[in-house]
């Protein structure tokens, strides 16, 4: 175990910085050289192929991502080096004990030897114990953030994910591919499509003849009515005829209103008023 030595540990915490910027260039170009073959594998109709690809290329997403986090995590301890070097104890101040913490645990994942030799100045600034405590375990140590430990857990991608990963690589190269789930429930689809328009053109017709009978209705009616009326106009004219007399006598003129006086006009405004009761 390398033994703690400030200027040392500034000039590799420099280092690891440095490295894991070149790697993660490099992690990077191969991914994109990678989707670029997988995108091939598609083109030929090599789907299985294809798909064992992209769950490599999905680890490796995520190793990139485990290797940004270690970046930001060393760049802390260089701006806070100096409360780094001068702390003492076998525990590291709380604003830097998740930088510290996810170095000593994680380096050994990674290909950075820059990395190992910081992570071996840090377990011994901080002694044995601590050392121990950070040992890779079932479940693994509280003191390492749980956004390293989602980078460094290993699974299998799940279908929905790498078909998600094959669909963008398709359709970024210009490649014709359509995941499974996807043509199954289009197939699903197409025939409830067809339902529904046979359904509407159905609907239509029943609509439009429904509108033919009530035209024809609407036509018998209103001839029907046109005769009523026509009847009608006949009997009321035989009935004028019969009514009417053969000569009508021109009836007498009234005789000319006499003038009342005003005594007159009062007895009949009281006569009309005794009427009302």
């Avoid at 970046?71 to 080096?81: G, H």
């Avoid at 989602?150 to 994910?161: A, I, Q």
Wanted: aromatic share 4%; charged share 35%; net charge negative.
């Amino acid at each position: 175990m390398v033994p703690w030595n400030g200027p040392r540990a500034k000039v590799q915490i420099k280092l690891s910085i440095q490295r894991l910027r070149t790697l993660q260039e490099k992690k990077l170009a191969l991914a994109k050289l990678s989707r670029r073959e997988i995108a091939d594998l598609v083109g030929k109709g090599r789907i299985e192929t294809a798909r064992l690809r992209v769950e490599g290329l999905v680890q490796d997403d995520i190793y990139v991502e485990l290797l940004e986090v270690l970046e930001l995590y060393v760049e802390t301890l260089q701006a806070r080096f100096n409360l780094l070097d001068s702390s003492t104890g076998e525990t590291p101040e709380p604003s830097i004990s998740d930088a510290v913490c996810s170095i000593v645990y994680a380096a050994p994942r990674t290909e950075l030897k820059e990395l190992q030799v910081l992570r071996e100045l840090l377990m011994h600034k901080y002694g044995r114990n601590f050392s121990i405590s950070l040992l890779p375990s079932t479940p693994p140590p509280t003191l390492v953030p749980p956004r390293v430990l989602s980078k460094l857990s290993v699974f299998v991608p799940s279908k929905e994910l790498v078909d998600a990963y094959l669909s963008e690589i398709a359709k970024g190269y210009g490649v014709s591919w359509v995941p499974e789930t996807v043509a199954e429930d289009q197939d699903d689809v197409e025939p409830l499509q067809r339902d529904r328009r046979d359904d509407d053109e159905n609907s239509n017709n029943g609509h439009d003849g429904d509108e033919g009978d009530n035209e024809n209705g609407q036509e018998a009616g209103k001839g029907s009515k046109d005769g009523n009326e026509e009847e009608q106009k006949d009997i009321t004219k035989k009935k004028e005829k019969d009514t009417s007399p053969e000569k009508k006598v021109p009836s007498p003129k009234p005789p000319p209103a006499k003038k009342l006086s005003e005594e007159e006009e009062l007895a009949q405004r009281f006569e009309r008023l005794k009427n009302l009761r």
